[in-house]
Every structure is written in structure tokens, then in C-alpha cells.
């Protein structure tokens, strides 16, 4: 047999996808394994799993791993990454609006020619940034200028790439820090912010429970710790 017939199967909320992709040739010579991921908003990677799609590891939010656990998809045991805060984004080197306060956030996002953002429907950030942006009274007025894709992880790479005057982006932190060409403006000021835990967990019907385990080690202990905050992750209490 081959040095790589395991595979490995893991669905993957977008937040954590700049993460995983660093920690993945580490964890293939590791476990002499192949990581087969997919990644996309965190609805979506629920509907992939009960689908019935190959999972031996699920990375999603907090809540919907409570979700899924109460619909007896998990194995109860998770392990925490870490948190992201939802987050405001600028191409590199724009002009930089002040987004500390609720006034000043809806006047940049109605200053934006293009505002980007993830799924609105199945995307933790997205589904919240819609909220917020209805709440601030600017939703309609810049309903046109919606640029979405189906995790922020695709939706940075975009605005990067905009040829637009001014552009505004919101997603989670890990999102934004993973893409070259933006930068985090702020978090969502206050009493707008939102921040997200991200956990692992082994499916139930997880093909490679072992490898799985191997690799939520290595994704959630305490040698990825430094790594996980470069990626935009705040970490757990140790009273948590």
C-alpha cells in the first residue's frame, strides 16, 4: 500500500481554513495521511454532513456544533481553536475610516462602492453582518452594491482584487489576516461586535476516528497555540 492510503476527510468552516491550510503538510508527514478538506460557511458544512458527505473531523462554530451534538451527528467530546471576531476589512494601503462607532460604520459602508461579505444565509458573519446593517438603517440603501460569496475566505481574495474606488468587506478575523492584499480596519464597534468560537469534532460515523484524533491534537493543543493567534484567533480561557 501507499505511504498516503489514509485519508483523512475534513469539513471546514471557513474561518479556520488559513489555519488548517498552514498546518497541513505538518500533519500529512505527520500521520502519513492525506487531508482531503472543504471548506465554506458554516450552514453549509452542516448540510454537507448530514448530506451524508465523507467527515472524520468538523470544524464549525460553537453553536452549531451544540447543534449537531443534540442531533447525535457528534461524538460529545470537541475541542476549542479558538475565537474570531466579526471584523471590518479594507483593500491594503485605502483610506481608512473610522469604524469605532455605529455612526461611523454606516457612513463608511455608505461611502463603499462595494461592500463584500459571506453567504448571508448560511455564514455566521454574514448572517450577523446583514443584521447589523439593518439595525444601522443602511441595508437598503446599499442592497446594490452587495458583493457575497459563499465564506469570507472567498470573499477577501475578491475585494482584493476590486477595481472599485472604495471598498468595505466583513467577516471574521482569521479571514481577513489569511488573505494578502486586505487588512482588518476594527472589529464591529460596540454594542455590534460578535465573536465566534470555533470547535473539532469527530462525526459519528467518521471513517478514521484515530487519525481524527491526531489531527484535532494538532490543530487545538498547545503547540499550535502561537500559530492559531497569527492565523486571528483568540484563545480560551484555561478556565473554560
Given at each position: 500500500t501507499s505511504v498516503m492510503a489514509r485519508t483523512l476527510h475534513l469539513l471546514c468552516a471557513g474561518a479556520a481554513q488559513g489555519l488548517v491550510r498552514k498546518l497541513q503538510l505538518d500533519f500529512e508527514r505527520m500521520a502519513a495521511a492525506k487531508l482531503e478538506s472543504r471548506f465554506g460557511a458554516v450552514g453549509l458544512m452542516r448540510n454537507a454532513l448530514l448530506a451524508g458527505n465523507p467527515c472524520d473531523v468538523l470544524v464549525v462554530s460553537d453553536a452549531m456544533n451544540r447543534q449537531l451534538t443534540e442531533l447525535g451527528a457528534l461524538r460529545s467530546s470537541r475541542c476549542v481553536i479558538g475565537s474570531a471576531p466579526t471584523s471590518i476589512a479594507v483593500r491594503s494601503l485605502s483610506k481608512r475610516r473610522d469604524v469605532t462607532s455605529p455612526e461611523g460604520l454606516a457612513?463608511?459602508?455608505?461611502?463603499?462602492?462595494?461592500?463584500?461579505?459571506?453567504?448571508?444565509?448560511?455564514?455566521?458573519?454574514?448572517?450577523?453582518?446583514?443584521?447589523?446593517?439593518?439595525?444601522?438603517?443602511?441595508?437598503?440603501?446599499?442592497?446594490?452594491?452587495?458583493?457575497?460569496?459563499?465564506?469570507?475566505?472567498?470573499?477577501?481574495?475578491?475585494?482584493?482584487?476590486s477595481t472599485a474606488a472604495e471598498v468595505i468587506g466583513c467577516t471574521q478575523a482569521s479571514e481577513i489576516i489569511a488573505i494578502s492584499g486586505v487588512e482588518i480596519l476594527g472589529p464591529l464597534p460596540v454594542p455590534h461586535g460578535l465573536t465566534t468560537t470555533y470547535v473539532a469534532a469527530v462525526p459519528v460515523n467518521a471513517r478514521q476516528p484515530e487519525l481524527a484524533a491526531e489531527f484535532i491534537a494538532m490543530l487545538c493543543g498547545s503547540a499550535s497555540r502561537e500559530l492559531r493567534q497569527s492565523c486571528g484567533f483568540q484563545m480560551p480561557d484555561h478556565g473554560r
Open positions: 457612513a463608511a459602508i455608505r461611502a463603499a462602492d462595494e461592500v463584500y461579505f459571506p453567504d448571508p444565509e448560511q455564514g455566521t458573519a454574514g448572517v450577523h453582518f446583514v443584521s447589523v446593517m439593518r439595525t444601522l438603517g443602511v441595508y437598503d440603501e446599499v442592497a446594490a452594491r452587495f458583493r457575497t460569496y459563499p465564506s469570507g475566505a472567498l470573499a477577501m481574495p475578491a475585494m482584493a482584487a
